[in-house]
């Protein structure tokens, strides 16, 4: 049986969407991007340790997302949090004069948009009492 999940459990999903999108990019220069695209040698073994490492977070989150939201949900989700930035900007809260900022704000939304995705399943199963099985076994 699946752990009961909980508040603690999303933010510590999130935790994590938001710690692999930003090791992997973000505008500070502190990322992994950074670093690949700096290092005099392209094949040192903890920067490609690093990526693989990368590459498995990004492949089990964007799998879960996929999986979960589907399309249809990926797009109105995308679409939502776009509309957020958009609020933001045509409230002044964020401007476009500012790429940094503007940066920040997107790979933090993208970061939301897998942490929700993650999750989803669970939340859905909360809101309706549906279970998602991906896999059937045959006994």
């Given amino acids: 049986m699946a752990a009961k999940f909980t508040p603690a459990g ?3 999903r999130l935790i ?6 930003f090791a992997t990019y973000n505008p500070s220069g502190y990322s992994w991007t ?4 700096e290092a005099e040698n392209k094949i ?17 989150f964007l799998n879960a997302t ?17 509309a957020i930035v958009w609020v933001f900007i045509s409230y002044d809260i964020l401007s476009l004069e500012n790429p940094s900022a503007l940066s920040w ?13 993650i ?11 549906q279970l998602d099985v991906d896999d ?3 006994n």
Avoid: Y
Wanted: no cysteine; hydrophobic share 65%; proline share 1%.
């Fill in 105 to 117: 704000v997107v790979l933090t939304m993208l970061a939301i948009l897998l942490g929700i995705g």
């Fill in 10 to 12: 999303f933010m510590l």
């Fill in 34 to 37: 950074r670093w690949f695209l």
């Fill in 66 to 82: 996929f999986r979960s939201l589907n399309a249809v949900g990926l797009l109105l989700g995308a679409a939502f949090l776009g």
């Fill in 136 to 138: 059937i076994e045959d």
């Fill in 44 to 60: 040192e073994p903890f920067l490609l340790l690093s990526g693989i490492v990368l590459l498995i977070g990004w492949s089990i």
């Fill in 16 to 21: 994590m969407a938001l710690a692999l999108v």
């Fill in 119 to 129: 999750s989803w399943s669970h939340i859905r199963r909360r809101l309706t009492g």
